[in-house]
């Protein structure tokens, strides 16, 4: 299958394997400072996401690509979605503010907020692991847009993970084999 980039790989000197190893380097480090980047200017640690259950559904389907932002001084209203973790999941949960509650007018960050999926019957509080309410810093954004089925590819490589493996492995010998 690689039998071509292998060999234009074999004949390569040692200054020019350098060289396209360099390059390979620098487009992985350009995409983590534009995902860094975009991580500052929404004031969020993910700022996409991928939905990958139907408990969002008909407002957002398994695959769509969300974008957040996560502003301090901005409090949450009835009726956002919001991306929230708890502690003890990995997975981030995209569900709409079903009721606020705010300790103190004057500071947005002690807003405490109660979720729940368009699609479910009840509210989130059975996924809080024991919380009653939210706190702002469970909170990893706000949704801005999105991007309908983009994310499948995501959920591909997760279920997947030969395929994941096979498409970066393809990618960086690409890479290192190119040689513009």
Request: net charge neutral; hydrophobic share 45%.
């Amino acid at each position: 299958m690689f039998e071509d980039e292998i060999k234009t790989l074999k004949r390569m000197g040692v200054r020019a394997a350098l060289l396209q190893i360099m390059n390979f380097a620098m487009v992985i480090s350009t995409g983590l400072m534009v995902w860094k980047g975009m991580g500052l200017a929404t004031n969020t640690e993910s700022p996409i996401v991928v939905v990958l259950s139907g408990s969002m559904e008909p407002a957002f389907y398994r695959g769509d690509l969300l974008f957040l932002t996560n502003f301090p001084n901005v409090p949450y209203q009835i009726g956002d979605i919001t991306v929230y973790k708890v502690p003890g999941q990995d997975i981030p949960i995209v569900h709409r503010v079903l009721e606020t509650h705010t300790q103190n007018v004057t500071l947005p960050t002690e807003q405490l907020l109660l979720t729940k999926g368009d699609n479910n019957p009840l509210d989130d509080i059975e996924l809080y692991r024991g919380l009653r309410w939210l706190e702002r810093k469970h909170i990893v954004g706000k949704v801005q847009g999105f991007l309908p089925y983009v994310g499948y590819a995501t959920i591909a490589m997760n279920d997947f993970p030969q395929l994941k493996y096979a498409l970066l492995g393809g990618l960086g010998l690409m890479a290192l084999v190119q040689r513009e």
